[in-house]
C-alpha cells in the first residue's frame, strides 16, 4: 500500500488515478475550476495547467497569474486579483448529467473509487485472530482452531499469528500457555509453515521490550516459550544460535535466548521439565508413558491396524519420547521375529512416512538397541543378529539415515573377547542382584574375587550403579555402603575412576531410561568423595576426560556444587535415607575423638581397645588417614607410635594400611592449602612405614 502527504491509496487506486489525470489533462488545462476528484482528495489544485509534478501528482505551492506576476495571497488562501480563489470556490452545486454533451462517463467511476474506504488486509487478518485464539482458550478445541485459521485464509501472515498466540498467552494463566504450546505443535507443517513459526518467534523477541511493560517476567516466560517449541521440535536448537549473533546483548531478547539456553534447555532431563512446566497436557510419569506405548504396540502386533497405532502414539503427545516407541518396537521384533517383526518395519516406516517420529529420534532408538545388545542377548541369544538384518530393511527403506552404521564388521576379531565381557556381565548381575536381597558384602566379594577379572572392575561398577539407579533409595544407599567396602579390599582408585567415567559417558543414553539419572548421578559422585572412595582431585580427573558440555560433565558439576555446600557430609550421607551411611560417618567422629585423646596423652592400650570396639575393621584406613593428617597439623609425630602399635597387633591390617597412606597421598595438594610442608613431613612418614614393613612395598610417593 503506498502513501501520501494528504491521503491513503492502494496502489492500484494511484494507477488509475494517474491514468485519469493523463485523460482529463486537457479539461483541467483550460478549465479554472477545480476537479471534483481534487476536492474528494483534499489536495489543492494546480496552476496554469501545469502537469502533475515528481513524488506528487500536482504542486502545491504555486503562487503565479496569468501574467507571470508574483502575487501576496491571502493568508487563507483565497488567492487575490488575478488567482483562480478557494479551491472548493465553485458557482453552484456540482453534479454530473448525463446528458451534457461534455460528459465523461469515466468521472463518475474515479469519484467512487476515492470516496471508497481503503481496507487494510492485516488488519483485518489482526482483528480475525483475536477472535480465533479467544475462541481457543475457551473450548480448548485445537481441531476447530486449526480450521478457521486455515478458513481466514491469508497465510502469508501467519507469522504475526504465532506472535499474537504468544504473547496473549504470556499474559494469562498457565492453563492457556500449555493451550498455545499444544496448538503451535497441531498447527506446525500443517497449516503454519516452519519457517513462518520462526519468524513469528523472531517477531517477539524483538518486541519482548514492550512485552515487558505489562508482563514483568516475559523475559522468563518467553524463554520458557521458546525452550518449549524447541523440545516440540517446532524450532531448530540452531535458532537460539542465529538469534543471539542477531540481537544486542543489551537488549531483552538477547537476555530471553540466553535464559531458554541455560536456564531450560541445559538442566539434565530438559524435556520432560519443559513439557511439564505449565502442567503438561498428558499428566502421566515417565513410567506410565512407557506402559502406554507397550500396550500399543502388543494391540497392534494383535490387530495389525497401522493408522490406529499411529493415532494413539500421536494422541500419547510425547515426541521427544519417540525414540522409546522405536526401542520397544525393535525388541519386541526380536522377540517375536516371526509375527512381529514385518508388522514392527511396517510401523515404523508408516510413522517415518507421516513425520510422526522424526528422523532423529528414528537413529536414537536404534541407538538405545544397539547399545543395549549385550544385555538383550541374555534373554534373546540371537539379538544382534536380528538387529543386524533389521538395519539395512530400514535403511533401504528411507525411514532410518543411512549414516546409522552397526559395527557388526568388527566383532569378528573380538568375538571371544566379547563373549567373556558377555558372561561376565550376566554374572555380575547376578551377584548385584543376590546382595540387594543379602546385604552380603563379605559374600559379594568373595563371588567377585571367583570370577577372578580385575580387568573388569570398572564394569562392575558401572553395572552396579546402573542397576540401583533404577530402584529405590534403600538399594541406592546400600550400593553406595558396597563401593566404600570395595575401595578397602578389591578396587582401586583407578578402578574407581574410570567406572564413573563409563558412567557419565553413557549418562544422556541413561536419563533416557531413568528420567533424574543425572541428578542420581551427581548424588553417587559425591558420595565418593564423601566415603573416601574418591579424592576431590579425582573429580577434576574424571572431568577431563568427559567432552566439554556434554551431560557428564555437568553432572560432575553438580557433584562439586554438592561437596561445597554447607553441611554436606551429613546431607550426602543421609540423601537415600541414611542408613549404613550415617554409621559411617558416626565411626570418622569416633575415630577423630579418639586420636585427639591420645594426642593429648592418652594411653595407646586404650586407644586399640577403642579402634577395636568400632568393629569396622574394613574402614581401619581412615585410622591411618586421620593419624598422618593429624600428626601433621599438630606437629606430633607420636601419633605414628599407635599406628605402630596397632600393626603390631594386627589391629590394623598391611592393606589397610596401605590404603590409609594411598587416601594421604591423593589429597596432598589440598592438605598443602594448609599445610604447607605436608608433601615432605609425608615422604618422612612413608619411609618409616617402608622401613618398619607396614605398606607395600609397591607403595611409592610419585606416580611416575
Same mark, same amino acid.
Given at each position: 500500500?503506498?502513501?501520501?502527504?494528504?491521503? #491513503?491509496?492502494?496502489?492500484?487506486?494511484?494507477?488509475?488515478?494517474?491514468?485519469?489525470?493523463?485523460?482529463?489533462?486537457?479539461?483541467?488545462?483550460?478549465?479554472?475550476?477545480?476537479?471534483?476528484?481534487?476536492?474528494?482528495?483534499?489536495?489543492?489544485?494546480?496552476?496554469?495547467? !501545469?502537469?502533475?509534478?515528481?513524488?506528487?501528482?500536482?504542486?502545491?505551492?504555486?503562487?503565479?497569474? %496569468?501574467?507571470?506576476?508574483?502575487?501576496?495571497?491571502?493568508?487563507? *488562501?483565497?488567492?487575490?486579483?488575478?488567482?483562480? *480563489?478557494?479551491?472548493?470556490?465553485?458557482?453552484?452545486?456540482?453534479?454530473?448529467?448525463?446528458?451534457?454533451?461534455?460528459?465523461?462517463?469515466?468521472?463518475?467511476?474515479?469519484? @467512487?473509487?476515492?470516496?471508497?474506504?481503503?481496507?487494510?488486509?492485516?488488519?483485518?487478518?489482526?482483528?480475525?485472530?483475536?477472535?480465533?485464539? &479467544?475462541?481457543?482458550?475457551?473450548?480448548?478445541?485445537?481441531?476447530?482452531?486449526?480450521?478457521?485459521?486455515?478458513?481466514?485464509?491469508?497465510?502469508?501472515?501467519?507469522?504475526?499469528?504465532?506472535?499474537?498466540?504468544?504473547?496473549?498467552?504470556?499474559?494469562? %494463566?498457565?492453563?492457556? /500457555?500449555?493451550?498455545?504450546?499444544?496448538?503451535?505443535?497441531?498447527?506446525?507443517?500443517?497449516?503454519?509453515?516452519?519457517?513462518?513459526?520462526?519468524?513469528?518467534?523472531?517477531?517477539?523477541?524483538?518486541?519482548?521490550?514492550?512485552?515487558?511493560?505489562?508482563?514483568?517476567?516475559?523475559?522468563?516466560?518467553?524463554?520458557?516459550?521458546?525452550?518449549?517449541?524447541?523440545?516440540?521440535?517446532?524450532?531448530?536448537?540452531?535458532?537460539?544460535?542465529?538469534?543471539?549473533?542477531?540481537?544486542?546483548?543489551?537488549?531483552?531478547?538477547?537476555?530471553?535466548?540466553?535464559?531458554?539456553?541455560?536456564?531450560?534447555?541445559?538442566?539434565?532431563?530438559?524435556?520432560?521439565?519443559?513439557?511439564?512446566?505449565?502442567?503438561?497436557?498428558?499428566?502421566?510419569?515417565?513410567?506410565?508413558?512407557?506402559?502406554?506405548?507397550?500396550?500399543?504396540?502388543?494391540?497392534?502386533?494383535?490387530?495389525?491396524?497401522?493408522?490406529?497405532?499411529?493415532?494413539?502414539?500421536?494422541?500419547?503427545?510425547?515426541?521427544?519420547?519417540? %525414540?522409546?516407541?522405536?526401542?520397544?518396537?525393535?525388541?519386541?521384533?526380536?522377540?517375536?521375529?516371526?509375527?512381529?517383526?514385518?508388522?514392527?518395519?511396517?510401523?515404523?516406516? $508408516?510413522?517415518?512416512?507421516?513425520?510422526?517420529?522424526?528422523?532423529?529420534?528414528?537413529? !536414537?532408538?536404534?541407538?538405545?538397541?544397539?547399545?543395549?545388545?549385550?544385555?538383550?542377548?541374555?534373554?534373546?541369544?540371537?539379538?544382534?543378529?536380528?538387529?543386524?538384518?533389521?538395519?539395512?530393511?530400514?535403511?533401504?527403506?528411507?525411514?532410518?539415515?543411512?549414516?546409522?552404521?552397526? &559395527?557388526?564388521?568388527?566383532?569378528?576379531?573380538?568375538?571371544?573377547?566379547?563373549?567373556?565381557?558377555?558372561?561376565?556381565?550376566?554374572?555380575?548381575?547376578?551377584?548385584?542382584?543376590?546382595?540387594?536381597?543379602?546385604?552380603?558384602?563379605?559374600?559379594?566379594?568373595?563371588?567377585?574375587?571367583?570370577?577372578?577379572?580385575?580387568?573388569?572392575?570398572?564394569?562392575?561398577?558401572?553395572?552396579?550403579?546402573?542397576?540401583?539407579?533404577? !530402584?529405590?533409595?534403600? +538399594? !541406592? @544407599?546400600?550400593?553406595?555402603?558396597?563401593?566404600?567396602?570395595? %575401595?578397602? @579390599?578389591?578396587?582401586?582408585? @583407578?578402578?574407581?575412576?574410570?567406572?564413573?567415567?563409563?558412567?557419565?559417558?553413557?549418562?544422556?543414553?541413561?536419563?533416557?531410561?531413568?528420567?533424574?539419572?543425572?541428578? $542420581?548421578?551427581?548424588?553417587?559422585?559425591?558420595?565418593?568423595?564423601?566415603?573416601?572412595?574418591?579424592?576431590?582431585?579425582?573429580?577434576?580427573?574424571?572431568?577431563?576426560?568427559?567432552?566439554?558440555?556434554?551431560?557428564?560433565?555437568?553432572?560432575?558439576?553438580?557433584?562439586?556444587?554438592?561437596?561445597?555446600?554447607?553441611?554436606?557430609?551429613?546431607?550426602?550421607?543421609?540423601?537415600?535415607?541414611?542408613?549404613? *551411611?550415617?554409621?559411617?560417618?558416626?565411626? /570418622?567422629? =569416633?575415630?577423630?575423638?579418639?586420636?585427639?585423646?591420645?594426642?593429648?596423652?592418652?594411653?595407646?592400650?586404650?586407644?586399640?581397645?577403642?579402634?577395636?570396639?568400632?568393629? #569396622?575393621?574394613?574402614?581401619?584406613?581412615?585410622?591411618?588417614? =586421620?593419624?598422618?593428617?593429624?600428626?601433621?597439623?599438630?606437629?606430633?609425630?607420636?601419633?605414628?607410635?599407635?599406628?605402630?602399635?596397632?600393626?603390631?597387633?594386627?589391629?590394623?591390617? #598391611?592393606?589397610? #594400611?596401605?590404603?590409609?597412606?594411598?587416601?594421604?597421598?591423593?589429597?596432598?595438594?589440598?592438605?598443602?592449602?594448609?599445610?604447607?610442608?605436608?608433601? +615432605? =613431613?609425608?615422604?618422612?612418614?612413608?619411609?618409616?612405614?617402608?622401613?618398619?614393613?607396614?605398606?607395600?612395598?609397591?607403595?611409592?610417593?610419585?606416580?611416575?
Amino acid at each position: 500500500m503506498a502513501s501520501g502527504e494528504e491521503g #491513503m491509496l492502494t496502489d492500484g487506486q494511484w494507477k488509475k488515478l494517474e491514468l485519469a489525470t493523463l485523460k482529463n489533462a486537457e479539461n483541467l488545462s483550460s478549465s479554472p475550476k477545480s476537479h471534483p476528484l481534487f476536492a474528494d482528495l483534499n489536495i489543492k489544485s494546480p496552476t496554469g495547467g !501545469k502537469g502533475p509534478v515528481a513524488g506528487f501528482p500536482f504542486s502545491r505551492h504555486v503562487r503565479r497569474t %496569468h501574467s507571470g506576476k508574483h502575487i501576496r495571497v491571502k493568508k487563507d *488562501g483565497a488567492g487575490g486579483k488575478g488567482t483562480w *480563489g478557494k479551491l472548493l470556490d465553485t458557482d453552484d452545486d456540482c453534479f454530473l448529467d448525463k446528458n451534457d454533451p461534455n460528459y465523461d462517463s469515466g468521472e463518475g467511476a474515479y469519484d @467512487e473509487l476515492v470516496d471508497s474506504p481503503v481496507s487494510d488486509p492485516l488488519d483485518d487478518y489482526k482483528k480475525a485472530v483475536v477472535s480465533i485464539i &479467544n475462541e481457543y482458550f475457551t473450548t480448548g478445541d485445537v481441531k476447530v482452531g486449526a480450521s478457521d485459521l486455515r478458513e481466514l485464509g491469508s497465510s502469508e501472515y501467519h507469522p504475526y499469528f504465532t506472535k499474537r498466540l504468544v504473547s496473549m498467552a504470556m499474559d494469562r %494463566h498457565d492453563k492457556e /500457555k500449555e493451550m498455545a504450546s499444544v496448538l503451535l505443535s497441531a498447527l506446525y507443517a500443517d497449516v503454519i509453515l516452519p519457517d513462518q513459526i520462526r519468524d513469528g518467534f523472531i517477531r517477539l523477541l524483538r518486541s519482548v521490550d514492550d512485552l515487558a511493560v505489562d508482563i514483568p517476567d516475559a523475559v522468563n516466560v518467553l524463554a520458557l516459550f521458546i525452550a518449549r517449541a524447541i523440545v516440540d521440535e517446532i524450532l531448530p536448537p540452531v535458532f537460539l544460535a542465529r538469534s543471539k549473533k542477531n540481537l544486542p546483548e543489551s537488549s531483552k531478547g538477547f537476555q530471553v535466548v540466553v535464559t531458554a539456553e541455560k536456564s531450560y534447555l541445559s538442566a539434565p532431563h530438559h524435556a520432560e521439565l519443559v513439557e511439564r512446566k505449565w502442567g503438561g497436557s498428558t499428566h502421566t510419569t515417565v513410567e506410565e508413558t512407557k506402559k502406554k506405548i507397550s500396550e500399543i504396540l502388543k494391540e497392534y502386533v494383535e490387530n495389525g491396524d497401522t493408522y490406529e497405532a499411529c493415532r494413539c502414539i500421536r494422541e500419547l503427545g510425547v515426541t521427544f519420547f519417540h %525414540h522409546e516407541v522405536v526401542k520397544r518396537a525393535l525388541i519386541l521384533a526380536m522377540e517375536s521375529q516371526k509375527t512381529a517383526e514385518p508388522l514392527v518395519l511396517k510401523l515404523l516406516n $508408516e510413522a517415518a512416512e507421516e513425520g510422526l517420529i522424526s528422523s532423529s529420534q528414528m537413529v !536414537k532408538g536404534f541407538n538405545r538397541v544397539a547399545e543395549s545388545l549385550d544385555d538383550l542377548a541374555l534373554d534373546i541369544p540371537s539379538a544382534r543378529k536380528l538387529f543386524d538384518s533389521i538395519v539395512p530393511k530400514a535403511i533401504s527403506g528411507g525411514w532410518l539415515d543411512d549414516s546409522f552404521k552397526v &559395527n557388526s564388521d568388527q566383532d569378528g576379531g573380538k568375538s571371544s573377547q566379547d563373549d567373556k565381557l558377555r558372561q561376565y556381565k550376566k554374572d555380575t548381575v547376578n551377584i548385584i542382584q543376590e546382595y540387594f536381597l543379602s546385604d552380603d558384602i563379605p559374600e559379594l566379594i568373595r563371588s567377585l574375587e571367583d570370577l577372578a577379572t580385575p580387568e573388569y572392575n570398572p564394569v562392575f561398577l558401572k553395572k552396579l550403579i546402573t542397576i540401583a539407579l533404577d !530402584k529405590k533409595n534403600r +538399594e !541406592k @544407599e546400600m550400593a553406595s555402603v558396597l563401593l566404600s567396602s570395595l %575401595h578397602m @579390599e578389591l578396587f582401586s582408585t @583407578e578402578d574407581f575412576i574410570n567406572g564413573f567415567i563409563m558412567l557419565l559417558e553413557s549418562a544422556e543414553d541413561t536419563a533416557l531410561d531413568i528420567m533424574d539419572a543425572s541428578n $542420581e548421578l551427581a548424588l553417587f559422585l559425591a558420595r565418593a568423595v564423601i566415603d573416601d572412595v574418591l579424592a576431590p582431585l579425582n573429580l577434576e580427573e574424571i572431568s577431563t576426560k568427559l567432552p566439554p558440555k556434554s551431560t557428564g560433565t555437568e553432572t560432575v558439576r553438580s557433584a562439586r556444587s554438592l561437596i561445597s555446600a554447607r553441611h554436606a557430609g551429613e546431607r550426602l550421607l543421609r540423601s537415600w535415607g541414611g542408613g549404613s *551411611g550415617w554409621i559411617v560417618e558416626d565411626a /570418622k567422629d =569416633k575415630i577423630s575423638k579418639l586420636l585427639e585423646e591420645y594426642e593429648t596423652g592418652g594411653v595407646t592400650s586404650e586407644a586399640c581397645q577403642c579402634i577395636r570396639d568400632l568393629g #569396622m575393621p574394613f574402614f581401619n584406613h581412615e585410622v591411618v588417614k =586421620k593419624a598422618l593428617v593429624m600428626a601433621m597439623e599438630k606437629k606430633n609425630d607420636g601419633l605414628l607410635n599407635l599406628l605402630e602399635e596397632c600393626f603390631c597387633e594386627g589391629l590394623i591390617t #598391611m592393606n589397610q #594400611m596401605t590404603k590409609g597412606f594411598g587416601r594421604v597421598k591423593d589429597s596432598l595438594d589440598d592438605l598443602s592449602l594448609d599445610i604447607p610442608n605436608a608433601k +615432605e =613431613k609425608f615422604e618422612l612418614y612413608v619411609g618409616h612405614a617402608m622401613d618398619n614393613g607396614w605398606i607395600l612395598p609397591e607403595f611409592g610417593i610419585n606416580d611416575e
